[in-house]
């Protein structure tokens, strides 16, 4: 939004974008020294998740051998990213195979095979394009760890992830907006300096939603944990409402929003 103020406080990030179809479970096999917690970090669910896809009625007990279903995208997200994309594209690059890339994405080779029609053995061509299945859960993990660490409702995280960009890091807003928490770059310099204290890359995932739960968790309390303001802030700028008041669109998006966690 070209209204948005560009220093401290009066700090707006975003700039909503277009929402964004399709991807089965897919399975594992219990190798030597696997834990469930461990499986469900690797293939970014949770240990509930897990136990409840495959009926366990102890979580603590798994066998070596043992096929585990790893649950879809309907398992643990919230309601509302029912038939997004779940898949990321990845083009093949000289020296790839199909290891490099599943411990790339950090999901099991078997699994990428799989989606992709192929053999983990087999030889992927320089620019290809290989469909990279269970975005949504890898979203979901990080959004609701990153939520955890700053001390942050994940399902508020996650509706505004949602809200600005459809969880799509790749989307950039006509005003230069970056990523799932569509940060403004001039927003993202002045949370690297004054509250991560270290240089934050937007175009990085796990930098994005760091810089927008930071956002969020001080916008909270700088306006006394009152959501609805917090989110005005984010989207429009504390200091372009104290001039203008709150745009039609503005409210437009805290109600979404307020929408969106009610559906979580």
């Known amino acids: 939004m070209s209204t948005r103020p560009r220093l401290s406080v009066a700090l707006g990030a975003t700039a909503a974008a277009a929402l964004p179809t399709a991807v089965a479970a897919t399975g594992y096999v219990v190798r030597p020294g696997d834990t469930l917690t ?13 136990a409840q896809a495959n009926h366990l009625a102890d979580p603590n007990y798994i066998r070596i051998g043992q096929l585990l279903t790893i649950p879809d995208n309907a398992a643990g997200l919230p309601q509302y990213t029912s038939g997004a ?18 411990r790339l994405y950090g999901i099991d080779p078997t699994a990428l095979a799989r989606a ?4 983990v053995s087999d030889h992927l061509l320089r620019g290809s394009v290989l469909h990279v299945p269970g975005r949504l859960a890898r979203i979901n993990a990080l959004l609701s760890q990153t939520a955890q660490q700053f001390g942050l409702d994940a399902h508020l995280v996650r509706a505004v992830a949602w809200m600005e960009s459809g969880w799509q890091q790749n989307v950039v807003s006509p005003t230069g907006a970056v990523g799932l928490m569509q940060i403004e770059p001039y927003t993202g310099e002045w949370i690297s300096r004054y509250l991560a204290k270290r240089p934050l890359d937007l175009h990085i995932a796990a930098d994005n ?8 968790q001080h916008l909270l309390a700088i306006h ?6 917090a989110l005005a802030a984010y989207y429009q700028g504390d200091g372009s409402i104290a001039r203008h008041g709150l745009f039609t669109d503005t409210k437009r998006y805290q109600t979404v929003v307020m929408a969106l966690i009610e559906r979580s």
């Open 38 to 50: 461990a499986i469900a970090a690797r293939h970014h669910t949770t240990v509930a998740a897990l």
């Open 85 to 102: 994309r779940d898949y990321d594209t990845y083009t093949v690059q000289g020296g790839d195979g199909l290891l490099k890339v599943a």
């Open 116 to 119: 992709n029609g192929l053999n």
């Open 209 to 216: 939603v760091t810089a927008g739960c930071m956002l969020l």
């Open 224 to 229: 006394g944990n009152n959501i609805q303001a």
